[in-house]
């Protein structure tokens, strides 16, 4: 019996070793089964700040990131918290809640984190696994990696802000 427990103990240790390892740093776990690469980049494409980005920044964007799974209920990002990125949901669905109240719902192809990507700044919404959601998300500090490497993608991705913005002043307008 004494062995047993030695083994027991040792494969306790080994599952938690390994637990550890497939935990990422925010608490939320990585997904058992992984998207194709081809499919993370179409998703990165239809984000609009990359749309103008070449085949090579694609593929070094998708490389910089990392999908992430999230169990229903659980708050991915606080209203007014620091962003540390971008997450593109892959499956499930999400909440978009401004002031505590739901706005909207978000589901695959979806996209969030695109300013705090950029700024690092403050969450402009709260956002809720509303099922079990997968995210592909990209961290503030390893897109900024991607970007020293590539020095013509911020003109890119400021010419496309730059669009929306003025789209959004011309609703505004309207």
């Given amino acids: 019996m004494g062995g047993y427990r030695r083994v027991g103990g ?7 070793m390994m637990a550890a390892m497939i935990r990422s740093g925010d608490g939320s776990e990585m ?5 194709s690469n081809d499919h993370m980049i179409d998703l990165i494409k239809a984000v609009p700040i990359f749309s103008a980005c070449t085949p090579q ?30 997450h593109i949901v892959t499956t499930g ?5 401004v002031g505590g109240r739901t706005r909207r719902r978000l589901g695959p192809g979806a996209f969030f984190g695109e300013i705090a990507l950029l700024d690092g700044g403050p969450r402009t919404a709260s956002i809720v696994a509303a099922t079990p959601v997968n995210t592909f998300a990209i961290t503030t500090w390893n897109f900024r990696s991607v970007l020293k490497s590539h020095p013509s993608m ?21």
Avoid: H, W
């Fill in 10 to 16: 040792f494969c306790a240790s080994l599952y938690r």
């Fill in 57 to 86: 920044e694609l593929k070094q964007i998708a490389a910089s990131g990392k999908e992430v799974e999230f169990e229903a209920g659980r708050v991915i990002c606080d209203e007014g918290k620091t962003g540390v990125g971008l």
């Fill in 31 to 35: 997904p058992r089964r992984k998207q």
């Fill in 93 to 97: 669905e999400v909440k978009v809640l």
């Fill in 154 to 174: 911020p003109l890119k991705m400021l010419e496309e802000v730059c669009r929306r913005l003025r789209e959004n002043e011309r609703s505004l307008s309207n």
